[in-house]
């Protein structure tokens, strides 16, 4: 694949025509970032650029993999709708990179776009912190340089990569991922005046793996990210186990910053499903965004012979939830995907939603006080459930029925959500995208899994344990190149009873 360097500019639709994302099976995302083929892992370095967003992912042309990591390229002027271009980073063949561009972060140095990531080498022990400048406002980044030391043989570090950099006052600051074999995950701080010269500062934040029982925070920190909330940080990591687990899950640390660390962190999950990664964060405007990485949840091989591998998630805005947890919601620009609304049928008890395509949106208002209140997306003799138990207050993603195809990963994937025990109602945006279901709580929080139903559309969505107060809207979702069409009509709602 073609992938132009500084100063040459790339085009900006590469993969056209349009009818290039239109895959036949009813897996394939349409409203989700991704290209029409390869190998997609971690989102990085969204940033906005004048009226448009970008948001860069490692990319491999080959599903196998046998190619090196590029940065691949998307734009948009709504965080709805996205146009893909040119990957804009590869591997220097000379260079620290030689082996792949890996995961890091974007930020604007007047007018130049500065892409600082980890450059891959097979024989060298860490991923160095490497910068390339863009003229072109980032379509294209020119040769790499190292600007930040390796750690130092005393540190006793075995794993160190991902930069994520910041502006603070008149300078700059870095957090990168790190861990030992011994259980000590940490954020290794960094400070530069320029973004070219870099001093370790110690950790920004640290945890002994052994110490911490809510959740297991792994041996080693990957793609750490800090959003800020006044005077409060959200540090999220991902985890690894670096005894052979392999990745874990998306943890937000929160708490207040005191200098340059950050003190006695509340732990908490950022994501409550099976197949949300590497999160990457927007930290321009109002509220901070996020991104993930939306992995598989099907074999290898299975992935391999549909010629495409992962996704990013949808655009999450996050803030900190009363309780000092990270919250997440889908941003308001997704409403413009909307296009047209589809009739919900209620009976007593039962609600059902018939006709529904691959993609779609289901807004819902749901009530109860004891028993359960089940949606089950129902394809042919497949089914993926959402259980909501009222009594022990928890949501539980259920997949044991969701496909037929054995390389199909299952289980069940419970949480916490009080608002059921509390209040005796919840709110709940659930967005479905081919194999895709990203599901939000109006409490701020989210579960993302993959399901593989081998009966293609049109599904019913089967509600039991209905009651007459509850609301539900469900919406066609466009295709994230399709016309605008969104219209009064689709505020539609069906309320039960």
């Not at 290794?188 to 640290?206: C, I, K, M, N, V």
């Not at 996050?318 to 889908?330: I, M, N, T």
Request: charged residues 25%; hydrophobic residues 35%; proline residues 7%.
């Amino acid at each position: 694949m073609a992938v132009l360097r500084l100063g040459l500019r790339a085009p900006l639709d590469v993969f056209t025509p349009k009818e290039a994302f239109m895959a036949s099976e009813h897996h394939f995302p349409r409203f989700h970032v991704r290209p029409p083929s390869g190998y997609v892992n971690d989102p990085n370095g969204p940033i906005r650029i004048g009226e448009r967003w970008h948001l860069y992912f490692q990319y491999v042309a080959d599903t196998e993999r046998r190619g090196g990591v590029v940065w691949g390229h998307a734009s948009s002027p709504d965080l709805a709708r996205w146009t893909m271009h040119r990957p804009a980073l590869s591997p220097d063949p000379d260079g620290a990179d030689r082996d792949g561009c890996w995961s890091g972060t974007t930020v604007l140095d007047g007018d130049e776009v500065v892409a600082l990531y980890s450059g891959f080498r097979h024989e060298h022990p860490y991923q160095s912190v490497l910068a390339a400048r863009s003229v072109d406002g980032g379509h294209s980044f020119g040769p790499p340089q190292q600007v930040a030391d390796d750690p130092a043989p005393q540190d006793g570090v075995d794993q160190f990569r991902d930069p994520f950099v910041w502006k603070d006052g008149d300078g700059w600051l870095m957090v990168a991922g790190a861990g030992n074999r011994s259980g000590r995950p940490a954020a290794r701080l960094y400070s530069s005046p320029d973004l070219q010269t870099w001093t370790f500062e110690g950790h920004y934040a640290e945890l002994i793996r052994a110490d911490v029982s809510a959740e297991d925070v792994g041996d080693m920190w990957e793609c750490p990210q800090v959003v800020s909330f006044g005077d409060r940080d959200a540090l999220l990591v991902s985890t690894m186990d670096l005894h052979g687990g392999g990745i874990g899950k998306v943890l937000a640390l929160t708490g207040r910053r005191d200098g340059l660390r950050q003190r006695d962190p509340r732990v908490s999950r950022a994501d409550f499903g099976p197949n949300f990664y590497a999160a990457s964060a927007l930290r321009d405007g109002t509220r901070p965004i996020v991104w993930g990485w939306v992995t598989e949840g099907r074999s290898g091989e299975s992935a391999v012979a549909a010629n495409w591998s992962g996704l990013l998630s949808l655009p999450r805005a996050v803030s900190l939830a009363e309780d000092g947890r990270l919250a997440s919601a889908p941003l308001d620009a997704l409403q413009d995907l909307r296009v047209e609304p589809i009739a919900a049928t209620a009976g007593a008890g039962t609600t059902m939603v018939d006709d529904l395509p691959a993609q779609f949106e289901a807004d819902l208002d749901l009530h109860g006080s004891s028993g359960e209140t089940r949606l089950s997306l129902r394809c042919g003799e497949e089914h993926l459930d959402i259980v909501l138990d009222w009594t022990a207050g928890t949501i539980t993603i259920d997949r044991d029925h969701a496909s037929l195809d054995p390389s199909a990963e299952e289980g069940g994937y419970p949480f916490e959500e009080p608002a059921l025990r509390e209040r005796g109602s919840v709110s709940l945006r659930w967005y479905v995208d081919g194999s895709v279901s990203e599901l939000f709580t109006g409490s701020g929080r989210c579960a993302t899994a993959r399901f593989y139903p081998t009966t293609p559309p049109p599904w019913r969505l089967q509600i039991t344990g209905s009651t007459g107060s509850d609301t539900i809207r469900v919406w066609r979702l466009a295709d994230r190149h399709e016309s605008d069409r969104h219209s009064d009509e689709s505020r539609g709602g069906v309320r039960t009873g």
